[in-house]
């Protein structure tokens, strides 16, 4: 098939049964593979659904400009989006953005605005909100993405991901298990699904140390996954359970998808593989489990599947737990 833009591209990734994985004879795993998107990951929807919909309702014009807060993956998609129509971006990063996903934006035309002040909460995520919401305040022809609060964040998985899994599978889903930072992905996919399979359950993956299910906040090493403030679309009645899982944790569920099925993905990935055998060992019952893997781990090679990296957070963790007990 050919296609006349890369934005094309975007969507339709393969649903993979995770059985090395999971080895369990009565419970099927499924994983949409969403770092198969053209830029990485499963950002490249709502980058794609969001600036679309604008050029077709005329909100956003060439030579206008986008700003958003990003760690990386949703601005590299916005970067594309943006070039693709006409329209010049603006990333807000911080200083734990990676050195690659920074010349990542810098490629694909992205202007880059870095800010340095930690918010209240000890991250950055509050600090470049509010720096991307200024850059729209002060010029009327820049339009600020909000994806914490745009309802078309959600949306774009509910058309996408949501439609293409319920025709992938065959038969019924038990339980949908995805990671949450807007909440948009699992909200959106959840809200698809739930049309066809009213019984399913909703577990959130969610960062020790986010506080988008009320839990406090602490240092996060893996972009992208959890929050430091809870997002304006969050429903949380629509979410039956939540697991936390720490940024260990999540490089050995890194590791163990790509041993098991030389699945190479990033770091909330991991975090779901992780999830995943508390939920599957839970089970009772024969289920299908449907989950999605966000991004591809070229990204993660010097964090999560870095020996020197993973040794560095234990020692941090430890020496945090002494300086507590003292």
């Not at 909460?121 to 009327?140: E, F, K, M, P």
């Amino acid at each position: 098939m050919t296609y006349d833009s890369v934005l094309d591209c975007v969507g339709s990734t393969p649903l993979v049964r995770l059985r090395r994985c999971f080895p369990h004879p009565d419970v099927e795993v499924l994983a949409k593979l969403e770092m198969l998107n053209p830029c990485g990951s499963m950002k490249d929807r709502p980058a794609r659904y969001i600036v679309e919909q604008g050029v077709s309702e005329g909100t956003l014009r060439p030579g206008m400009r986008l700003v958003e807060s990003t760690s990386g993956n949703l601005g590299v998609a916005l970067a594309v989006a943006a070039r693709m129509h006409g329209l010049a971006f603006t990333a807000v990063v911080d200083p734990n953005t990676s050195p690659m996903n920074l010349r990542l934006l810098e490629l694909f035309g992205a202007d880059v605005d870095m800010v340095t002040e930690p918010d209240e909460a000890g991250g950055y995520l509050q600090t470049r909100v509010g720096r991307a919401q200024s850059h729209a305040a002060a010029d009327s022809g820049v339009v600020w993405i909000n994806q914490y609060a745009n309802q078309r964040n959600w949306r774009a998985y509910y058309e996408t991901v949501g439609a293409e899994i319920l025709q992938q599978v065959d038969g019924a889903i038990d339980y949908l298990v995805a990671p949450v930072s807007t909440t948009g992905s699992l909200q959106g996919t959840a809200r698809r699904l739930r049309e066809s399979n009213p019984e399913l359950t909703v577990v959130a993956v969610d960062a020790v140390g986010s506080v988008i299910f009320g839990t406090p906040p602490s240092k996060r090493r893996i972009p992208g996954f959890g929050a430091s403030r809870v997002p304006e679309i969050f429903t949380a009645d629509e979410i039956d359970d939540v697991v936390h899982v720490d940024d260990l944790g999540s490089a050995a569920g890194c590791r163990r998808l790509v041993e098991t099925e030389g699945l190479l993905a990033g770091g909330s990935s991991g975090a779901v593989i992780a999830a995943l055998e508390t939920v599957v060992d839970r089970l009772s019952a024969s289920a299908r489990v449907v989950t999605l893997l966000p991004d591809r781990g070229e990204r993660y090679l010097e964090t999560v599947y870095d020996d020197s990296w993973t040794e560095s957070v234990k020692r941090e963790l430890i020496e945090n737990d002494l300086s507590e007990a003292s």
